[in-house]
């Protein structure tokens, strides 16, 4: 296949792709699938990673409320009194909040990002039909790799599909979706 083709032609089809040479400047792998997918905001399908993102905000969660756990005790330690910034004398407490400081920073980025994700529309389905086909019939990737396209209620766009103009146009058209 000629470099910069994507799309495939009678002779290309005969031709195995599922064999990656790492030395071959032919489109191959992640360079081969990012240019068609940035070739059509069709193709822009991705996993959101929904359980795995809120199973993180629950660990960051948990290790958070042990953070409060232990400054409340560090609290009520009879010889330990609470102290400003300035003046901390039990050196625990002020460790504790040093760490508590990352982690709420973590914290709040995840859910920050997963709630920025959320907002993205769901993949359709002819948007996973479309690059699945694309992807059984090129292999670009190891078949590890290219499974997250099975991950069918995980999928998201990072386009809107009704704010496509070719799609409005499509939808409003019904004579034009029979054409395809």
């Given amino acids: 296949m000629e470099m ?4 495939p032609t009678m002779a290309s089809a005969a031709t195995p792709t599922n064999t990656i040479n790492p030395s071959s400047r032919n489109l191959a792998g992640y360079e081969r699938l990012s240019k068609l997918m940035n070739s059509d905001n069709d193709f822009l399908v991705f996993r ?3 359980e795995l993102n809120v199973r ?3 660990y960051l969660q948990d290790r958070l409320s042990e953070i409060c756990e232990r400054l409340a005790n560090e609290d009520e330690k009879p010889d330990s009194k ?3 910034r300035r003046w901390e004398d039990n050196r625990a407490r002020a460790e504790l909040l040093e760490n508590a400081e ?4 973590r914290y709040n980025n995840a859910i920050r990002s997963y709630s920025d994700i959320l907002k993205l529309p769901r993949a359709s389905t002819r948007q996973q039909s479309g690059l699945k086909k694309w992807l059984d019939f090129y292999n670009p990737l190891y078949s590890e790799e290219q499974d997250f396209i099975e991950h069918r209620g ?6 809107n599909l009704e704010d496509d103009a070719t799609h409005r146009l499509l939808l ?9």
């Fill in 4 to 7: 910069g083709t994507i799309y």
């Fill in 56 to 58: 993180n905000i629950l």
């Fill in 102 to 105: 990352d982690l709420l920073r």
């Fill in 154 to 159: 995980d999928l998201l766009s990072i386009i």
């Fill in 82 to 84: 609470p102290g400003t």
């Fill in 48 to 50: 959101k990673f929904g």
């Fill in 172 to 180: 409003s058209q019904p004579k034009l979706m029979e054409l395809m």
